[in-house]
């Protein structure tokens, strides 16, 4: 049924950018329970949420940090710094870390015993996720090939659809692509049967990739908002981050070429019309008439350019549950979510918190 919205929308608009967009309704039904979540740490930029054997890992700006949520102390402790900002972490079940650099490409191993593994300029620069097979293989999504990952509104603006993925032996640096072409792939989890699920962001959408014979099936689409990162769930499936909103505002700027390009040449990229990992009060963003405050108040159902979203998809990609942050909250801009220790924690990148999902899964979890 996902393929014939698609269809759908394609029959009556000139290219994919149409102007209308999923509706928020169904599985995705709006409520404020990642908004009423616990709040656990306050980071700056907290991103790449990773449980490994050592504990729950982060990591903010350029810094690696170890967390344990269920110890006396809930205080990051810094475990590795890197030269430019962490773009993914990956970690496998013996303990080692994939950790992505922008700009510098990968490192494996661990804190203190790092190995570069050398990658052309174009895929070091855009690192966007990972994930170790069972068998220690290291898959690896390159966003875009164009643009570093900072520069991921750049890259939607653009129509970027240079994003790829790799197989990685960690082992020697060799490196074989397995899907090419890819709107921005964001976030990538180990599926039961072996295969990729991969969430494309700048086309809404999940697909599989089996590593044996890399070619992208769609899993899920029409997605009312851009997915990030992926990460497994202990009863069955995959958890998703959905970092920003999908919008008919955002649709049409992507729509008209001519009005799109003025704005990139002429205006600061802060102030573009698009997507945002959180809210802002300052006078010259742009504004939607439904996003004005009526007598100081800001509507939950505003359209607005951030939101927060998180969702649990089942063995098939099918969305069962979501967790919300309206445009009245805060907990905006999630870019990843994952178990650890038998709960549930998603990172708000927008508001630099560190949230737990209260009585998000019903048995012990994921380790």
Request: aromatic residues 6%.
């Given at each position: 049924?996902?393929?014939?919205?698609?269809?759908?929308?394609?029959?009556?608009?000139?290219?994919?950018?149409?102007?209308?967009?999923?509706?928020?309704?169904?599985?995705?039904?709006?409520?404020?329970?990642?908004?009423?979540?616990?709040?656990?740490?306050?980071?700056p930029?907290i991103?790449?949420?990773?449980?490994?054997?050592?504990?729950?890992?982060?990591?903010?700006?350029?810094?690696?940090?170890?967390?344990?949520?269920?110890?006396?102390?809930?205080s990051?402790?810094?475990?590795?710094?890197?030269?430019?900002?962490?773009s993914?972490?990956?970690?496998?079940?013996?303990?080692?870390?994939?950790?992505?650099?922008?700009?510098?490409?990968l490192?494996?191993?661990?804190?203190?015993?790092?190995?570069?593994?050398?990658?052309?300029?174009?895929?070091?620069?855009?690192l966007?996720?990972?994930?170790?097979?069972?068998?220690?293989?290291?898959?690896?999504?390159?966003?875009?090939?164009?643009?570093?990952?900072r520069?991921w509104?750049?890259?939607?603006?653009?129509?970027?659809?240079?994003?790829m993925?790799?197989?990685?032996?960690?082992?020697?640096?060799?490196?074989?692509?397995?899907?090419?072409?890819?709107?921005?792939?964001?976030?990538?989890?180990?599926l039961?049967?072996?295969?990729l699920?991969?969430?494309?962001?700048?086309?809404?959408?999940?697909?599989?990739?089996?590593?044996?014979?890399?070619?992208?099936?769609?899993?899920?689409?029409?997605?009312?908002?851009?997915?990030?990162?992926?990460?497994?769930?202990s009863?069955?499936?995959?958890?998703?981050?959905?970092?920003?909103?999908?919008?008919?505002?955002?649709?049409?700027?992507?729509?008209?070429?001519?009005?799109?390009?003025?704005?990139?040449?002429?205006?600061?990229?802060?102030?573009?019309?698009?997507?945002?990992?959180?809210g802002?009060?300052?006078?010259?963003?742009?504004?939607?008439?439904?996003?004005?405050r009526?007598?100081?108040?800001?509507?939950?159902?505003?359209?607005?350019?951030?939101?927060?979203?998180?969702?649990?998809?089942d063995?098939?990609?099918?969305?069962?549950?979501?967790?919300?942050?309206?445009?009245?909250?805060?907990?905006?801009?999630?870019?990843?979510?994952?178990?650890h220790?038998?709960?549930?924690?998603?990172?708000?990148?927008?508001?630099?918190?560190?949230?737990?999902?209260?009585?998000?899964?019903?048995?012990?979890?994921?380790?």
């Amino acid at each position: 049924m996902a393929g014939l919205g698609t269809f759908v929308r394609r029959l009556f608009s000139a290219d994919e950018a149409g102007i209308s967009v999923p509706a928020m309704d169904g599985v995705f039904k709006p409520d404020n329970r990642l908004e009423e979540a616990e709040r656990l740490v306050s980071l700056p930029a907290i991103d790449n949420l990773v449980s490994s054997p050592a504990g729950l890992l982060c990591s903010s700006g350029k810094t690696l940090f170890q967390l344990d949520p269920g110890g006396a102390s809930l205080s990051p402790v810094a475990i590795a710094e890197f030269a430019a900002p962490i773009s993914f972490v990956a970690s496998a079940p013996d303990g080692r870390l994939a950790v992505g650099i922008e700009g510098e490409g990968l490192q494996t191993g661990q804190p203190g015993a790092w190995k570069r593994v050398d990658l052309p300029g174009d895929i070091a620069s855009c690192l966007t996720a990972g994930v170790f097979a069972a068998d220690g293989s290291l898959y690896v999504c390159v966003g875009s090939r164009r643009h570093p990952a900072r520069d991921w509104k750049r890259d939607l603006m653009e129509g970027g659809s240079s994003g790829m993925v790799l197989a990685i032996d960690s082992a020697d640096g060799s490196h074989r692509e397995l899907a090419a072409r890819l709107a921005f792939p964001n976030g990538v989890v180990m599926l039961g049967n072996g295969h990729l699920a991969i969430s494309e962001s700048w086309r809404h959408r999940i697909v599989a990739v089996d590593p044996k014979s890399p070619r992208p099936v769609a899993m899920l689409e029409d997605l009312p908002a851009y997915p990030s990162r992926l990460s497994p769930s202990s009863e069955g499936g995959f958890w998703m981050a959905l970092f920003a909103p999908c919008r008919q505002l955002f649709e049409l700027v992507l729509r008209e070429d001519d009005y799109r390009r003025e704005m990139m040449a002429t205006i600061d990229p802060g102030e573009w019309i698009g997507p945002e990992l959180a809210g802002s009060a300052r006078p010259d963003q742009p504004l939607s008439q439904g996003s004005v405050r009526q007598m100081g108040v800001l509507k939950p159902w505003a359209p607005s350019r951030s939101y927060g979203l998180v969702a649990r998809c089942d063995d098939s990609g099918l969305p069962r549950e979501s967790w919300h942050s309206r445009a009245d909250g805060s907990m905006h801009g999630i870019t990843s979510v994952c178990e650890h220790g038998g709960s549930v924690y998603a990172a708000s990148r927008g508001s630099g918190t560190l949230l737990r999902l209260p009585g998000a899964i019903s048995g012990g979890g994921l380790a």
